[in-house]
Protein backbone atom coordinates (compact mmCIF):
# COMPACT_ATOMS: atom_id res chain seq x y z
CA UNK A 1 0.00 0.00 0.00
CA UNK A 2 0.93 3.48 -0.83
CA UNK A 3 0.60 6.85 0.62
CA UNK A 4 1.34 10.17 0.43
CA UNK A 5 2.01 10.76 4.01
CA UNK A 6 2.10 15.12 3.93
CA UNK A 7 -0.58 15.48 1.55
CA UNK A 8 -4.00 14.43 3.04
CA UNK A 9 -6.32 17.64 3.66
CA UNK A 10 -6.32 16.94 7.41
CA UNK A 11 -8.11 19.19 9.07
CA UNK A 12 -7.33 20.78 12.66
CA UNK A 13 -9.71 20.77 15.01
CA UNK A 14 -9.07 23.69 17.40
CA UNK A 15 -9.40 23.74 21.40
CA UNK A 16 -12.60 25.67 21.03
CA UNK A 17 -14.55 23.65 18.71
CA UNK A 18 -14.63 20.56 21.54
CA UNK A 19 -15.26 20.35 24.98
CA UNK A 20 -15.44 17.64 27.84
CA UNK A 21 -16.53 17.93 30.70
CA UNK A 22 -18.26 15.80 34.11
CA UNK A 23 -22.14 14.93 33.61
CA UNK A 24 -22.59 16.14 36.55
CA UNK A 25 -20.59 18.08 39.52
CA UNK A 26 -18.51 15.72 41.84
CA UNK A 27 -19.43 12.63 40.03
CA UNK A 28 -17.26 11.78 37.16
CA UNK A 29 -18.57 8.64 35.83
CA UNK A 30 -19.83 10.34 33.07
CA UNK A 31 -18.77 12.71 30.79
CA UNK A 32 -20.25 15.34 28.21
CA UNK A 33 -18.40 15.64 25.03
CA UNK A 34 -19.67 18.39 22.61
CA UNK A 35 -18.40 19.66 19.13
CA UNK A 36 -19.32 22.18 16.76
CA UNK A 37 -16.92 21.43 13.44
CA UNK A 38 -19.03 22.79 10.93
CA UNK A 39 -16.81 25.05 9.70
CA UNK A 40 -13.94 21.90 8.52
CA UNK A 41 -16.53 20.59 5.40
CA UNK A 42 -16.36 17.30 6.74
CA UNK A 43 -17.90 14.31 5.28
CA UNK A 44 -21.04 13.41 6.88
CA UNK A 45 -20.22 9.64 6.95
CA UNK A 46 -16.47 10.26 8.61
CA UNK A 47 -16.48 8.63 12.17
CA UNK A 48 -16.26 10.42 15.05
CA UNK A 49 -13.39 8.91 18.10
CA UNK A 50 -12.68 10.54 21.20
CA UNK A 51 -9.26 9.24 23.09
CA UNK A 52 -8.70 9.37 26.51
CA UNK A 53 -5.06 8.90 27.81
CA UNK A 54 -3.38 8.70 31.28
CA UNK A 55 -0.40 7.89 32.67
CA UNK A 56 -1.45 4.15 32.66
CA UNK A 57 -3.63 3.56 29.87
CA UNK A 58 -5.55 4.85 26.60
CA UNK A 59 -8.34 4.06 25.59
CA UNK A 60 -10.99 5.62 22.98
CA UNK A 61 -14.94 5.74 22.38
CA UNK A 62 -16.43 5.99 19.06
CA UNK A 63 -19.09 8.85 18.92
CA UNK A 64 -20.70 8.20 15.91
CA UNK A 65 -20.75 9.98 12.26
CA UNK A 66 -20.25 13.60 11.77
CA UNK A 67 -23.53 14.08 10.77
CA UNK A 68 -24.54 17.51 10.41
CA UNK A 69 -20.93 18.61 12.34
CA UNK A 70 -22.50 19.35 15.74
CA UNK A 71 -23.14 16.76 18.53
CA UNK A 72 -23.41 16.65 22.36
CA UNK A 73 -22.87 13.01 24.07
CA UNK A 74 -22.98 11.71 27.37
CA UNK A 75 -20.40 9.08 27.36
CA UNK A 76 -18.83 6.58 30.03
CA UNK A 77 -15.58 8.20 31.45
CA UNK A 78 -13.27 5.31 30.56
CA UNK A 79 -10.56 6.56 33.50
CA UNK A 80 -13.03 7.34 36.31
CA UNK A 81 -10.73 7.08 39.19
CA UNK A 82 -7.89 9.55 37.51
CA UNK A 83 -7.85 13.00 38.49
CA UNK A 84 -6.82 14.29 35.67
CA UNK A 85 -7.18 13.16 31.63
CA UNK A 86 -5.84 14.09 28.39
CA UNK A 87 -8.50 13.94 25.38
CA UNK A 88 -8.26 13.81 22.15
CA UNK A 89 -11.09 14.43 18.86
CA UNK A 90 -10.36 13.02 15.99
CA UNK A 91 -12.45 12.52 12.68
CA UNK A 92 -11.93 9.17 10.12
CA UNK A 93 -12.26 7.89 7.22
CA UNK A 94 -12.34 4.65 6.34
CA UNK A 95 -9.93 3.53 2.98
CA UNK A 96 -11.06 0.30 1.20
CA UNK A 97 -7.87 -0.78 1.03
CA UNK A 98 -6.95 -0.43 4.92
CA UNK A 99 -6.95 1.61 7.92
CA UNK A 100 -9.03 4.49 8.57
CA UNK A 101 -7.42 7.90 7.11
CA UNK A 102 -7.47 11.00 9.59
CA UNK A 103 -9.65 13.72 8.48
CA UNK A 104 -9.49 16.06 11.37
CA UNK A 105 -7.62 15.63 14.11
CA UNK A 106 -7.32 17.83 17.39
CA UNK A 107 -4.71 18.55 20.20
CA UNK A 108 -4.57 17.24 23.20
CA UNK A 109 -6.80 18.56 25.59
CA UNK A 110 -6.57 18.25 29.67
CA UNK A 111 -9.69 17.72 31.56
CA UNK A 112 -9.39 18.18 35.60
CA UNK A 113 -11.95 15.46 36.87
CA UNK A 114 -11.68 15.77 40.44
CA UNK A 115 -11.96 19.32 42.12
CA UNK A 116 -13.83 18.04 44.87
CA UNK A 117 -14.77 18.80 48.36
CA UNK A 118 -12.64 16.83 50.86
CA UNK A 119 -12.06 13.81 49.13
CA UNK A 120 -8.24 12.17 48.96
CA UNK A 121 -8.58 11.70 44.97
CA UNK A 122 -8.98 15.21 44.28
CA UNK A 123 -6.21 17.19 42.62
CA UNK A 124 -7.61 20.03 44.77
CA UNK A 125 -9.40 19.09 47.80
CA UNK A 126 -11.75 22.06 48.93
CA UNK A 127 -12.31 22.74 52.46
CA UNK A 128 -14.79 25.04 54.02
CA UNK A 129 -12.94 27.40 56.21
CA UNK A 130 -15.16 29.42 59.07
CA UNK A 131 -12.87 32.34 59.99
CA UNK A 132 -11.49 32.78 56.41
CA UNK A 133 -11.16 36.14 55.68
CA UNK A 134 -11.15 36.23 52.22
CA UNK A 135 -13.49 34.52 49.97
CA UNK A 136 -10.92 31.92 48.95
CA UNK A 137 -7.72 31.22 49.37
CA UNK A 138 -5.20 28.53 48.45
CA UNK A 139 -3.47 26.40 51.12
CA UNK A 140 0.12 25.38 49.94
CA UNK A 141 1.40 23.55 53.01
CA UNK A 142 0.98 19.84 51.66
CA UNK A 143 -0.33 19.75 47.89
CA UNK A 144 -2.80 22.34 47.11
CA UNK A 145 -5.74 22.50 48.85
CA UNK A 146 -8.52 25.63 48.26
CA UNK A 147 -10.29 26.73 51.49
CA UNK A 148 -12.84 28.40 51.28
CA UNK A 149 -15.03 30.64 53.23
CA UNK A 150 -17.82 29.24 55.32
CA UNK A 151 -18.44 32.63 57.60
CA UNK A 152 -22.34 32.50 58.90
CA UNK A 153 -22.18 29.31 56.55
CA UNK A 154 -22.43 31.04 53.65
CA UNK A 155 -20.40 27.84 51.66
CA UNK A 156 -23.74 26.37 51.17
CA UNK A 157 -24.74 29.18 49.28
CA UNK A 158 -21.50 29.68 47.29
CA UNK A 159 -21.34 26.18 46.45
CA UNK A 160 -25.02 26.34 45.07
CA UNK A 161 -24.08 29.69 42.41
CA UNK A 162 -22.65 28.21 38.87
CA UNK A 163 -20.68 31.42 38.98
CA UNK A 164 -18.87 31.35 42.16
CA UNK A 165 -16.30 27.85 41.10
CA UNK A 166 -16.10 29.09 37.75
CA UNK A 167 -14.95 32.17 37.82
CA UNK A 168 -12.30 30.86 40.84
CA UNK A 169 -10.89 28.33 38.19
CA UNK A 170 -8.49 30.24 36.28
CA UNK A 171 -7.70 32.45 39.32
CA UNK A 172 -7.05 29.02 40.57
CA UNK A 173 -4.84 27.43 37.72
CA UNK A 174 -2.65 30.76 37.51
CA UNK A 175 -1.51 30.95 40.72
CA UNK A 176 -1.02 26.75 41.07
CA UNK A 177 1.13 27.73 37.54
CA UNK A 178 3.32 30.47 39.04
CA UNK A 179 4.19 28.38 42.23
CA UNK A 180 5.17 25.54 39.83
CA UNK A 181 6.88 27.52 37.59
CA UNK A 182 8.96 29.08 40.34
CA UNK A 183 8.99 25.92 41.84
CA UNK A 184 8.45 26.97 45.42
CA UNK A 185 8.90 24.58 48.31
CA UNK A 186 7.95 20.88 47.16
CA UNK A 187 5.82 22.48 44.29
CA UNK A 188 7.41 20.17 41.77
CA UNK A 189 6.32 17.13 43.58
CA UNK A 190 2.97 17.71 43.80
CA UNK A 191 0.45 14.84 43.09
CA UNK A 192 -1.28 15.50 39.71
CA UNK A 193 0.01 19.14 39.19
CA UNK A 194 2.80 17.94 36.90
CA UNK A 195 1.11 15.96 34.27
CA UNK A 196 -1.66 18.39 34.21
CA UNK A 197 0.59 21.12 33.88
CA UNK A 198 2.76 18.93 31.21
CA UNK A 199 -0.61 19.31 28.83
CA UNK A 200 0.49 23.07 28.93
CA UNK A 201 3.70 22.25 27.03
CA UNK A 202 5.65 22.57 30.79
CA UNK A 203 7.70 19.44 29.79
CA UNK A 204 10.73 18.30 32.52
CA UNK A 205 13.14 20.30 29.76
CA UNK A 206 10.86 23.54 29.68
CA UNK A 207 11.05 23.41 33.66
CA UNK A 208 15.06 23.02 33.36
CA UNK A 209 14.87 26.26 30.31
CA UNK A 210 12.82 28.23 32.83
CA UNK A 211 15.04 27.48 35.71
CA UNK A 212 18.31 28.58 33.54
CA UNK A 213 16.64 32.16 32.85
CA UNK A 214 18.25 35.38 34.96
CA UNK A 215 15.43 36.84 37.55
CA UNK A 216 13.97 39.19 35.37
CA UNK A 217 13.09 36.94 32.52
CA UNK A 218 12.55 34.24 34.52
CA UNK A 219 9.57 36.05 36.56
CA UNK A 220 8.62 37.70 33.55
CA UNK A 221 8.24 34.52 31.27
CA UNK A 222 6.44 33.07 34.89
CA UNK A 223 4.02 35.24 35.03
CA UNK A 224 2.90 35.51 31.37
CA UNK A 225 3.25 31.72 30.87
CA UNK A 226 0.75 31.52 34.43
CA UNK A 227 -1.56 33.64 32.86
CA UNK A 228 -1.50 31.73 29.35
CA UNK A 229 -2.30 28.58 30.89
CA UNK A 230 -5.56 30.06 32.64
CA UNK A 231 -6.77 31.34 29.70
CA UNK A 232 -6.17 28.06 27.68
CA UNK A 233 -7.68 26.17 30.47
CA UNK A 234 -10.42 28.47 30.97
CA UNK A 235 -11.32 28.09 26.93
CA UNK A 236 -10.83 24.83 26.80
CA UNK A 237 -13.36 24.19 30.01
CA UNK A 238 -15.75 26.38 27.77
CA UNK A 239 -16.18 28.38 31.22
CA UNK A 240 -17.65 31.73 30.07
CA UNK A 241 -20.07 30.16 27.36
CA UNK A 242 -21.07 26.95 30.77
CA UNK A 243 -21.34 29.78 32.78
CA UNK A 244 -23.63 32.37 30.78
CA UNK A 245 -25.85 29.36 29.47
CA UNK A 246 -26.28 28.62 33.10
CA UNK A 247 -27.36 32.01 34.63
CA UNK A 248 -29.65 32.35 31.73
CA UNK A 249 -31.59 29.62 32.50
CA UNK A 250 -31.30 31.09 36.32
CA UNK A 251 -32.81 34.05 34.98
CA UNK A 252 -35.69 32.15 33.22
CA UNK A 253 -36.52 29.89 36.39
CA UNK B 1 8.33 -12.29 52.70
CA UNK B 2 5.29 -9.24 51.72
CA UNK B 3 2.56 -9.72 53.67
CA UNK B 4 0.72 -6.34 53.40
CA UNK B 5 -0.07 -3.83 51.25
CA UNK B 6 1.39 -0.23 52.09
CA UNK B 7 1.93 3.20 50.63
CA UNK B 8 4.48 5.54 51.75
CA UNK B 9 3.65 8.82 53.69
CA UNK B 10 5.18 11.85 53.18
CA UNK B 11 7.52 11.71 55.62
CA UNK B 12 8.94 8.20 54.06
CA UNK B 13 8.79 9.37 50.30
CA UNK B 14 11.12 12.04 51.26
CA UNK B 15 13.56 9.71 53.42
CA UNK B 16 13.45 7.31 50.34
CA UNK B 17 14.14 10.43 47.87
CA UNK B 18 16.97 11.68 50.35
CA UNK B 19 18.50 8.26 49.96
CA UNK B 20 18.53 7.61 46.91
CA UNK B 21 20.31 11.27 46.47
CA UNK B 22 22.71 10.76 48.70
CA UNK B 23 23.89 7.76 46.99
CA UNK B 24 24.41 5.84 50.48
CA UNK B 25 25.99 2.07 50.23
CA UNK B 26 23.47 0.50 52.71
CA UNK B 27 20.51 1.91 50.56
CA UNK B 28 18.87 -1.67 49.76
CA UNK B 29 18.69 -2.08 53.29
CA UNK B 30 17.59 1.64 54.17
CA UNK B 31 15.31 1.23 51.32
CA UNK B 32 13.48 -1.59 53.14
CA UNK B 33 14.15 -0.32 56.62
CA UNK B 34 11.60 2.31 55.23
CA UNK B 35 9.25 0.24 53.35
CA UNK B 36 9.06 -1.48 56.69
CA UNK B 37 8.73 0.97 59.40
CA UNK B 38 5.21 2.18 60.76
CA UNK B 39 6.43 6.34 61.06
CA UNK B 40 7.06 6.18 57.17
CA UNK B 41 3.84 3.88 55.73
CA UNK B 42 0.51 3.45 55.77
CA UNK B 43 -0.98 0.22 55.91
CA UNK B 44 -3.69 -0.27 52.82
CA UNK B 45 -4.52 -4.08 53.77
CA UNK B 46 -2.88 -7.27 55.46
CA UNK B 47 -2.89 -9.78 52.69
CA UNK B 48 -4.09 -13.75 53.01
CA UNK B 49 -1.44 -14.55 51.44
CA UNK B 50 2.62 -13.41 50.70
CA UNK B 51 3.75 -11.83 47.83
CA UNK B 52 6.15 -13.32 45.86
CA UNK B 53 9.14 -11.75 44.61
CA UNK B 54 9.57 -10.45 40.77
CA UNK B 55 12.61 -11.63 38.74
CA UNK B 56 11.29 -10.28 35.45
CA UNK B 57 8.87 -7.53 34.11
CA UNK B 58 6.11 -10.25 33.70
CA UNK B 59 6.40 -11.59 37.26
CA UNK B 60 5.57 -7.54 38.64
CA UNK B 61 2.12 -8.22 36.36
CA UNK B 62 1.68 -11.82 37.32
CA UNK B 63 2.16 -10.66 40.78
CA UNK B 64 -0.13 -7.55 41.80
CA UNK B 65 -2.35 -8.08 38.59
CA UNK B 66 -4.45 -10.09 40.92
CA UNK B 67 -4.72 -7.30 44.08
CA UNK B 68 -4.39 -3.97 42.20
CA UNK B 69 -5.75 -4.94 38.27
CA UNK B 70 -8.88 -3.13 37.25
CA UNK B 71 -11.03 -5.41 39.36
CA UNK B 72 -9.25 -6.31 41.86
CA UNK B 73 -9.66 -5.59 45.76
CA UNK B 74 -6.90 -2.34 45.69
CA UNK B 75 -7.19 -1.11 42.66
CA UNK B 76 -7.40 2.60 43.65
CA UNK B 77 -3.89 2.26 44.76
CA UNK B 78 -2.67 0.82 41.25
CA UNK B 79 -1.72 4.51 40.23
CA UNK B 80 -0.98 5.91 43.31
CA UNK B 81 2.73 7.09 43.38
CA UNK B 82 3.09 6.36 46.95
CA UNK B 83 2.51 3.07 46.77
CA UNK B 84 5.05 2.43 43.69
CA UNK B 85 7.69 4.07 45.60
CA UNK B 86 6.72 1.69 48.42
CA UNK B 87 6.66 -0.65 46.80
CA UNK B 88 10.04 0.03 44.95
CA UNK B 89 11.58 0.41 48.37
CA UNK B 90 10.95 -3.09 50.27
CA UNK B 91 11.38 -5.20 46.78
CA UNK B 92 14.72 -3.08 46.00
CA UNK B 93 17.30 -5.99 47.94
CA UNK B 94 15.86 -8.12 45.60
CA UNK B 95 15.46 -5.82 41.92
CA UNK B 96 19.29 -4.89 42.41
CA UNK B 97 22.32 -6.53 43.67
CA UNK B 98 24.63 -5.17 45.93
CA UNK B 99 27.06 -4.29 43.81
CA UNK B 100 24.34 -2.92 41.26
CA UNK B 101 23.90 0.69 40.34
CA UNK B 102 20.77 2.28 41.20
CA UNK B 103 20.54 4.57 38.71
CA UNK B 104 18.02 7.56 38.57
CA UNK B 105 15.34 8.48 40.94
CA UNK B 106 12.83 7.98 38.96
CA UNK B 107 13.29 4.25 38.68
CA UNK B 108 12.18 3.76 42.26
CA UNK B 109 10.27 6.79 42.61
CA UNK B 110 7.67 7.57 39.67
CA UNK B 111 7.56 10.57 38.02
CA UNK B 112 4.16 11.45 36.77
CA UNK B 113 5.33 13.42 33.74
CA UNK B 114 4.09 11.39 31.04
CA UNK B 115 7.50 11.42 29.60
CA UNK B 116 9.02 9.87 32.29
CA UNK B 117 6.68 8.11 34.07
CA UNK B 118 7.16 4.55 32.07
CA UNK B 119 10.88 4.66 33.15
CA UNK B 120 9.61 3.16 37.19
CA UNK B 121 11.08 -0.45 37.19
CA UNK B 122 7.41 -1.93 38.94
CA UNK B 123 4.82 0.55 37.62
CA UNK B 124 6.62 0.92 33.96
CA UNK B 125 5.83 -3.03 33.42
CA UNK B 126 2.53 -3.01 35.74
CA UNK B 127 1.06 -0.72 33.40
CA UNK B 128 1.95 -2.61 30.23
CA UNK B 129 0.56 -5.75 31.70
CA UNK B 130 -2.59 -3.88 32.37
CA UNK B 131 -3.33 -2.17 29.14
CA UNK B 132 -2.72 -6.04 27.57
CA UNK B 133 -3.63 -8.00 30.44
CA UNK B 134 -5.97 -10.03 27.76
CA UNK B 135 -2.46 -11.65 26.83
CA UNK B 136 0.62 -10.30 27.90
CA UNK B 137 2.50 -13.05 26.32
CA UNK B 138 1.81 -10.85 22.94
CA UNK B 139 4.61 -8.49 24.55
CA UNK B 140 6.72 -10.63 25.74
CA UNK B 141 9.09 -8.14 24.05
CA UNK B 142 8.23 -5.43 26.75
CA UNK B 143 7.79 -7.75 29.77
CA UNK B 144 10.68 -10.80 29.35
CA UNK B 145 13.49 -8.96 31.07
CA UNK B 146 15.03 -8.68 34.71
CA UNK B 147 13.28 -6.08 36.36
CA UNK B 148 16.00 -3.71 36.73
CA UNK B 149 17.61 -3.79 32.81
CA UNK B 150 14.48 -3.31 31.03
CA UNK B 151 16.62 -1.81 27.62
CA UNK B 152 16.14 -0.20 24.76
CA UNK B 153 13.41 -1.48 23.28
CA UNK B 154 10.88 -0.59 25.79
CA UNK B 155 12.47 3.00 26.28
CA UNK B 156 11.45 2.95 22.62
CA UNK B 157 7.94 1.52 22.76
CA UNK B 158 6.76 2.83 26.31
CA UNK B 159 8.01 6.14 25.74
CA UNK B 160 4.89 7.20 23.67
CA UNK B 161 1.23 5.92 24.89
CA UNK B 162 0.05 5.61 21.30
CA UNK B 163 2.13 3.04 21.03
CA UNK B 164 2.45 0.88 24.31
CA UNK B 165 -1.17 0.72 24.83
CA UNK B 166 -1.93 -0.40 21.08
CA UNK B 167 -1.58 -3.19 18.74
CA UNK B 168 2.05 -1.53 18.29
CA UNK B 169 3.44 -3.19 21.06
CA UNK B 170 2.57 -6.75 19.86
CA UNK B 171 4.00 -5.59 16.56
CA UNK B 172 6.86 -5.08 17.93
CA UNK B 173 7.04 -8.20 19.74
CA UNK B 174 5.90 -10.02 16.37
CA UNK B 175 9.39 -8.06 14.88
CA UNK B 176 11.94 -8.45 18.24
CA UNK B 177 10.85 -10.74 20.25
CA UNK B 178 12.88 -14.46 19.48
CA UNK B 179 10.61 -17.25 20.90
CA UNK B 180 13.49 -19.70 20.60
CA UNK B 181 15.44 -17.73 22.41
CA UNK B 182 13.37 -16.24 25.15
CA UNK B 183 15.17 -12.84 24.41
CA UNK B 184 15.29 -10.12 21.69
CA UNK B 185 17.09 -10.07 18.52
CA UNK B 186 20.06 -8.90 17.58
CA UNK B 187 19.85 -5.40 15.95
CA UNK B 188 16.72 -4.68 17.60
CA UNK B 189 18.31 -2.12 19.74
CA UNK B 190 20.49 0.84 18.27
CA UNK B 191 19.44 2.88 15.99
CA UNK B 192 20.13 0.95 12.50
CA UNK B 193 17.44 -0.12 10.04
CA UNK B 194 15.01 -1.67 10.83
CA UNK B 195 15.35 -1.29 14.68
CA UNK B 196 13.34 -0.59 17.74
CA UNK B 197 14.35 3.33 17.77
CA UNK B 198 13.47 3.82 13.80
CA UNK B 199 10.22 1.46 14.29
CA UNK B 200 8.94 4.12 16.82
CA UNK B 201 10.63 7.44 15.64
CA UNK B 202 10.27 7.12 11.55
CA UNK B 203 7.37 4.38 10.71
CA UNK B 204 4.98 4.59 13.92
CA UNK B 205 5.06 7.55 15.21
CA UNK B 206 5.15 9.27 11.29
CA UNK B 207 2.69 7.13 10.18
CA UNK B 208 0.05 8.16 13.72
CA UNK B 209 -0.26 11.49 12.31
CA UNK B 210 -2.05 10.27 9.10
CA UNK B 211 -3.42 6.78 9.26
CA UNK B 212 -5.71 5.28 12.65
CA UNK B 213 -2.53 2.71 13.95
CA UNK B 214 -4.06 2.49 17.19
CA UNK B 215 -7.26 0.84 15.22
CA UNK B 216 -5.43 -1.71 13.58
CA UNK B 217 -4.32 -4.75 14.30
CA UNK B 218 -0.45 -5.54 14.85
CA UNK B 219 -0.96 -8.23 11.67
CA UNK B 220 -2.63 -4.91 9.79
CA UNK B 221 0.82 -2.92 10.93
CA UNK B 222 3.15 -5.43 10.03
CA UNK B 223 1.81 -5.70 6.14
CA UNK B 224 2.36 -2.16 5.57
CA UNK B 225 6.33 -2.31 7.27
CA UNK B 226 8.84 -0.68 4.65
CA UNK B 227 11.93 -3.61 3.33
CA UNK B 228 13.99 -2.10 5.89
CA UNK B 229 12.22 -3.93 8.87
CA UNK B 230 12.23 -7.41 6.54
CA UNK B 231 14.96 -9.12 8.15
CA UNK B 232 12.83 -9.39 11.28
CA UNK B 233 10.10 -9.92 10.15
CA UNK B 234 12.11 -13.63 8.25
CA UNK B 235 13.89 -14.87 11.43
Redesign the interface.
Given at each position: ?K?T?NN?N?RKITQEQYSVVPASAGDFTNLIVEWDLVNLSLSSTDAL?I?F??????K?IELGEVGNGKGKLEIPNPFN??VVIQATL?A?ADTQD?????TAVSKGKSVILAIQENED?SILPIVPVPNLTRLWALNFS?NPVLEVCNSQEIYANLKGNPAFFASLVPAIVQEIAERYLLGIGESRNW??W??FF?NFGL??EELDRFDALDVDTRLNEIMDKSRAIAEEYSAQMSIVSRVVTQLKELEND | MIKELRVLNSKGLEAFRQGLRSKRADIRTYAKSIGNSAEYTSLIAKLEQPLGTPKTRMDVGVILYPLIGPSAPYSHIADDPMFWAWMSAVWMEDIIGPTEPVRSEERWIPDFTTRKYYRHLLQGPFVLYRAHSVDPTKIMVLLYQEVSKPGEVVAQIHASNDLAFSSAAELANMLYFDSATGAIKRGAGGNGAGSARRLASSFLNQFKVTLDIVGMTAQALFDILPAEYDKFKTK
Amino acid sequence: MKRTLNNTNRRKITQEQYSVVPASAGDFTNLIVEWDLVNLSLSSTDALTIEFATTGGRKRIELGEVGNGKGKLEIPNPFNTAVVIQATLRASADTQDGPRLWTAVSKGKSVILAIQENEDSSILPIVPVPNLTRLWALNFSGNPVLEVCNSQEIYANLKGNPAFFASLVPAIVQEIAERYLLGIGESRNWDNWPIFFENFGLSAEELDRFDALDVDTRLNEIMDKSRAIAEEYSAQMSIVSRVVTQLKELEND
Amino acid sequence: MIKELRVLNSKGLEAFRQGLRSKRADIRTYAKSIGNSAEYTSLIAKLEQPLGTPKTRMDVGVILYPLIGPSAPYSHIADDPMFWAWMSAVWMEDIIGPTEPVRSEERWIPDFTTRKYYRHLLQGPFVLYRAHSVDPTKIMVLLYQEVSKPGEVVAQIHASNDLAFSSAAELANMLYFDSATGAIKRGAGGNGAGSARRLASSFLNQFKVTLDIVGMTAQALFDILPAEYDKFKTK
